[in-house]
């Protein structure tokens, strides 16, 4: 009997340090080390660049997806790969300026613990692209020559004097457009939440990630046209300067590009024409936008 006993306390003792261990484990956090590019990595386009890193706490069955970023914007999404610490023969894309305000991002997906995702941010890097910049110092060049004129002779005068005629067409005159409320965009039903008036065209619009930073890229709509593109929210507000129309109220909407770790994309705005500042939540997913009209007094 004194045998038995001895043997329920060692088995339960057993049992509990293994379930202490289990603990241990569950309650681990994952962590990714990005070891290259880094602070000395120079990346030359055309030229196809690899990703290194290693992890803790993350099975190598699991997968990362990595985002090239400058000045927390998304660049480009370099891809998801397989967590086994390599990854060679990623191209990057053709328009993408040089530049030392470089770093790549790299996020767990379907982690463990979906309230300790491991993601990791590079230092500033540089990335150098001769064609892309042989592109801009031409448009510099186009931008900075004088708009071309004609020479023509007065017909109504007997000398022989010369009049310079401006061969550039008359502007179109401008129609005032009705209001049109968006119904969709690319698929994606639009709801609209608010309507708001300032005083100027010209606003300012700070966006930050509402609730648990989880990974969120999105966009911003002004009209239909980007105004924000593939932005990676942060808890960190982000000033934008856009002009809206004076003519017509202006429908500006949140475009998600992926959903995050936590559902849908949650976005707080600042909106301000230096006067006044509103405040909101938009809210996104993949198969709806909210949406506010914005009208110039």
């Given amino acids: ?51 290194e890193w290693n992890t803790v706490h993350i099975d190598t069955s699991k997968t990362i997806r990595f985002f090239l970023v400058r000045n927390e914007m998304v660049v480009q999404e370099l891809g998801t790969f397989k967590n086994d610490g390599f990854e060679e023969g990623i191209e990057l894309a053709k328009n993408i300026g040089s530049g030392n305000r470089y770093q790549v991002v ?84 639009i709801s609209y939440t608010k309507k708001f008036e300032f005083d100027s065209e010209n606003i300012i619009v700070k966006i930050w990630d509402h609730g648990r930073q989880d990974g969120d890229i999105v966009s911003i709509y002004l009209n239909g046209v980007s105004v924000v593109s593939k932005y990676y929210l942060t808890y960190f507000k982000q000033a934008f300067n856009i002009k809206l129309n004076p003519d017509k109220p202006n429908d500006l909407f949140l475009y998600a590009h992926n959903l995050g770790s936590s559902p849908p994309n949650t976005v707080s705005l600042e909106i301000s024409d230096g006067k006044k500042a509103e405040n909101i939540i938009l809210n996104s997913d993949l198969q709806s936008c909210e949406a506010v009209l914005i009208s110039v007094k």
């Fill in 1 to 51: 009997m004194r045998q038995t006993h001895f043997l329920f306390l060692y088995l339960l003792s057993l049992l509990t340090a293994i379930s202490y261990g289990q603990d241990n484990i569950d309650n681990a956090t994952a962590v990714i080390n990005l070891t290259q590019p880094n602070s000395n990595t120079v990346w030359n386009i055309p030229n196809k660049v690899a990703l």
């Fill in 106 to 189: 790299a996020i767990e997906l379907f982690p463990d613990n979906k309230f300790k995702i491991a993601k990791k941010v590079t230092p500033f890097f540089t990335i150098t692209n001769a064609a892309s910049d042989e592109r801009k110092k031409k448009q510099q060049l186009a931008n900075a020559n004088p708009v071309p004129v004609k020479k023509v002779k007065n017909k109504k005068n007997s000398s022989n004097t010369e009049t310079l005629v401006n061969i550039t067409p008359e502007p179109a005159p401008q129609i005032k457009k009705e209001p049109i409320l968006r119904e969709s965009f690319e698929g994606r039903k």
